[in-house]
């Protein structure tokens, strides 16, 4: 009996969902240096030669609500679109100046264009009209990368059987960290844990919304 081409529709996307059978994980850990969990670092693994690798180049967009960047920090990969959507009913103004990825979309509201970010690195966003508006985008050379929750916890799913540089990034880190060797076997999740110098977020003094202006 033939499949509808509804059905047939089904079984292929469930498949492209569907994970890679007898893939490996990690499990990413990641503390403050008083040992409380860190959340919004960037962990992502670096695979060593000869293990393929399908981009994950996925558009994404960095919202502007309640006249903030949502989200805080942002990981991508090299070569992912990524949109800057304003949902606030007031104007801004997006720039980067970052050596990573350098735009600006001048005053607007609603939709933005979409921006290619081609070059690995941490592009530092801004507003040119709210001065506490402050937002980051890891720009990763890999499509195996997650960011850690408020238990500080981050899982990397998916991965081809290999080794692995695991590297960690927070945006108020004071030293880089070197990266953690991991060696995964097929169906492995082994832990890493990484310890980030890192002060904790203090928002920064936002005004009373004025909306003719802010």
Request: charged share 15%; aromatic share 8%; hydrophobic share 45%.
């Amino acid at each position: 009996m033939l499949m509808s081409r509804h059905a047939v529709t089904l079984s292929m996307l469930a498949l492209a969902v569907a994970p890679i059978a007898g893939a490996a994980s990690i499990q990413a850990q990641v503390r403050d240096a008083a040992g409380k969990p860190l959340a919004d670092a960037v962990v992502y693994a670096i695979a060593g030669a000869n293990i393929a690798a399908k981009a994950r180049k996925v558009p994404v967009a960095v919202e502007q609500i309640d006249r903030e960047f949502v989200p805080y920090v942002t990981v991508i990969q090299v070569g992912t679109a990524v949109t800057f959507p304003n949902r606030d009913p007031i104007m801004h103004h997006v720039y980067s100046f970052s050596p990573a990825k350098s735009f600006q979309t001048k005053l607007y509201t609603g939709n933005s264009p979409e921006y290619v970010f081609d070059k690995p690195g941490v592009v530092t966003l801004g507003c040119n009209i709210h001065d506490w508006m402050i937002g980051y985008i890891a720009v990763v050379p890999t499509p195996f990368f997650a960011k850690t929750d408020a238990n500080g916890a981050a899982r990397l799913p998916d991965l081809p059987a290999g080794a692995y540089d695991v590297q960690a990034w927070h945006p108020h880190q004071k030293s880089a960290l070197a990266p953690e060797r991991v060696v995964l076997e097929t169906s492995s999740s082994p832990s890493v844990s990484f310890t980030i110098d890192a002060p904790p977020r203090k928002p920064k003094y936002k005004p009373p919304l004025d909306r003719m202006k802010y």
